[in-house]
């Protein structure tokens, strides 16, 4: 697709590992407008339960919290640093970012975001969906030099006219990502990665801590992807969302829930019980209810609607691997996502929770008395209960 037509573009067919979900339209007052293709829905499923139930209905989005869209369209844009990403390589090009639709900027991303959906403007019906649009990540080969990344990285934060070959390159190889930190794309032993480098208010040493932290959390029984410390100081996650078979379907909390993650918007008691109605199981809310204490225990207070997602495959909905486990500060320095309504939660609060999800005191007893044991035991910072 020419950059140059982005504003031509109102109407996307949305695909779903190559087949056709349904079209996205404005309405008039600028909200998205979807409705599921005719043929999709005899053996489909919804894309997001809770706001597009399977059907020939026209669903329109509201005004907020997803600026007039619908929250697992949302997921496929790029936020934090992949939204800087695409803003300033826009400017580059002539084009303001500001009179961008959401529609046209799901065309740049096209079969690039995170997850399986992949955008296809009408107007050019020639276009493979799976190609990806002008955002689709560049997957940088091993061999990649992350230092020369993270240092133009910090280049790039530091100056509002970052410009030239580099700017295009770190786009294209993170211009789809979300969160506060630099991020690529990387390919290696034929997975699929997303590495990180730090932010400027980080410390030197984010890369190895985040790691250290993920190997706590897969000791405390919390599923996880493959994490690595590459170059001894960049973490290294291999991405949930992408297999050698495929892509995966996935939606955040936030997409799914309509909660905005850009501020406090959940408390896990909603977040569980939208994990039971949605995958049916109890046993992904407990282990939804383990990564709730691992939270509390490290005190990770970002836990925003976002840093939790589900995903869908042929054997239904399910709680996708955990990610951004480590501790942070969050709103104000209480949990972005609260317990039992508190944002500073107690040991009263985990049961609490418990209680009204259904999961057994004497299990959410047992769950809190092992994180935190685990975590005491391994040295890490972690909150008394």
Sequence with gaps: MDIKKLFEIDELTVFLHGRKVGRLVLTPAGLCAFQYDADFIPDGQSISPFALPLG???????PAPFDGGFGVFDDSLPDGWGLLLMD?????????????????????????????LEYRPESDPGKNAADGGAAAAVRA??????????????????????TGRSLETIYRQGGTSGGARPKVFLRKDGREWIVKSRAAEDPGNIGKTEY???????????????????EERYFGAERFDRTPAGKIHTISAAGLLGADYRAPSLDYTSL???????????AEARKLYLRMVFNVVISNRDDHAKNFAFLLTEKGWSLS????????????GYHTTTVNGNGNPARSDLLATAD???????????????????CGDAGMSKVSL
């Design 88 to 116: 300033r390589y826009l400017r580059a090009q002539g084009i303001d970012p500001f009179r961008l639709t959401a529609l046209q900027r799901l065309s740049l991303v096209g079969g690039g975001g995170r997850g399986a």
């Design 56 to 62: 020939l209905d026209v669903h329109v989005a509201k």
């Design 356 to 374: 009204k999800c259904g999961i057994p005191r004497r299990k959410a007893e047992e769950i809190i008395e092992t994180v935190s044991k685990k």
């Design 272 to 282: 569980l019980l939208a994990c039971v109605r949605i995958t049916g199981s109890m």
């Design 321 to 332: 691997p955990a990610y951004d486990l480590l501790p942070s500060r969050g709103f104000g």
């Design 141 to 162: 080969e091993v061999g990649f030099d992350l230092d020369v990344f993270a240092k133009e990285a910090q280049k790039f934060l530091k100056t509002d006219d970052y």
């Design 212 to 230: 250290e932290y993920s190997l706590l959390a897969k000791d405390c029984g919390i599923e996880m992807p493959e994490t690595r410390l590459f």
